[in-house]
């Protein structure tokens, strides 16, 4: 081994102790080329022949870190693996005699991160909710649209802030001269959402024969309340359903241009029936037909059913349906049929048509405002 290589692993030992395991702001190996190149004086010639890469992917990746060094949060990463002690044989056999505590003397606990990150991390996933640090400032503030942003709904100190980004849980939305803004990421959002699923499980009392619920299940999923009606009483309640299942409902949570939901609920419910019909209709002895020829423009609704259909009621579902995509038409019933019945996301559904790129809502939204002309929805009232 060359005195490179030893400088390189010694680099890249102090950079694992800073950083988490699988997960980071940063790639282990990049700043381990930054260390050693900014640290340690070793060229970056030498770094790319003691590692086997070319000398331009050592040069990227010591740019890189130092590009996100304006970040104050990622700067106080760096500075703890500059900070963290060269690993020389004695030390590093003084190390391994110790009992492992798992964090080094002064930092926070992964569990007292998680416990912390509980109560910050909702905040931070409300709509326009954005953390911001003040370069030199000892807390970081959280600002929501409750009080338009005029003053904190939370304060937490920097070095939780630090921690969070070590996970990956937030990334800079925006900086400028006075402040650096933070927004929570999809892992951050999955995470808070494993954690309330969790606590849910906890709070949950044990008995019966069900399967428990999973908690990592519960960052896969968008759980909302929806009014269902009884047929039996005809009264309304509130249950708990997953409407992340399908692109209608992730749609249901996006707002437009104008602060308005995306849909409008009578264009939700046509979405439901049309997809409540096509699962009924695929019920009986013909499980197995063939959907795909109801995608081509040439197909049209003939209204006859054939001999050796399933029973009246999904070939009255089966008929309800070919009637909605005879009035959508040609292209309109294509992403409705995919969206609605098939849940196919619709950026697969843009690929398979053709269409340019989030053109896919715009149409989806015209064919559910025709399927509500067609069942003959009212608007709901507020």
């Given amino acids: 081994?060359?005195?490179?290589?030893?400088?390189?692993?010694?680099?890249?030992e102090r950079v694992r102790k800073t950083l988490p395991d699988n997960a980071g702001p940063c790639s282990p190996q990049e700043a381990a080329y930054y260390l050693a190149h900014t640290e340690q004086g070793e060229s970056i010639r030498r770094l790319a022949d003691a590692s086997g890469t070319h000398p331009s992917t050592v040069l990227r990746a010591v740019r890189r870190i130092e590009q996100r060094r304006d970040d104050p949060l990622f700067d106080r990463i760096v500075s703890e693996m500059e900070e963290a002690p060269v690993p020389t044989p004695q030390i590093q056999a003084n190390i391994d005699a110790r009992p492992s505590s798992g964090t080094a003397p002064g930092r926070l606990t992964i569990e007292q991160v998680r416990t912390e990150a509980k109560k910050f991390l909702r905040r931070l996933s409300e709509p326009s909710a954005f953390l911001m640090i003040a370069p030199g400032a000892q807390k970081a503030g959280i600002f929501g649209a409750n009080n338009d942003f005029k003053k904190p709904t939370a304060l937490l100190p920097v070095p939780l802030a630090v921690e969070f980004l070590k996970q990956d849980w937030i990334k800079v939305s925006s900086r400028s001269s006075a402040a650096v803004r933070y927004q929570i990421t999809d892992v951050g959002r999955s995470f808070l959402r494993r954690t309330l699923a969790e606590e849910t499980v906890d709070r949950k009392p044990g008995g019966g024969l069900a399967e428990a619920p999973v908690p990592y299940l519960g960052q896969h999923q968008a759980m909302a309340d929806k009014l269902m009606m009884d047929p039996a009483t005809g009264k309304s309640s509130a249950v708990r359903i997953n409407i992340g299942e399908s692109p209608i409902g992730w749609l249901t949570r996006r707002k437009g241009p104008d602060g308005k939901p995306f849909l409008a609920p009578e264009e939700v419910d046509a979405a439901e029936r049309l997809r409540t019909d096509f699962e009924t209709a695929n019920i009986g002895p013909?499980?197995?037909?063939?959907?795909?020829?109801?995608?081509?423009?040439?197909?049209?609704?003939?209204?006859?059913?054939?001999?050796?259909?399933p029973g009246e009621g999904p070939m009255m579902a089966r008929d309800r349906v070919m009637k909605a995509l005879a009035a959508l038409g040609p292209g309109l019933a294509d992403v409705a049929l995919r969206t609605c019945c098939f849940l196919e996301g619709l950026e697969s559904c843009e690929r398979r048509m053709g269409w340019s790129s989030r053109s896919g809502k715009v149409v989806l939204q015209i064919a559910l405002k025709r399927l509500v002309e067609h069942y003959g929805l009212a608007p709901f009232k507020s």
Avoid at 5 to 12: K, P
């Fill in 286 to 309: 013909q499980v197995a037909q063939d959907w795909r020829k109801f995608l081509t423009p040439s197909d049209k609704y003939s209204g006859s059913p054939r001999a050796g259909e």
């Fill in 1 to 12: 081994m060359t005195e490179t290589q030893a400088i390189l692993d010694n680099c890249a």
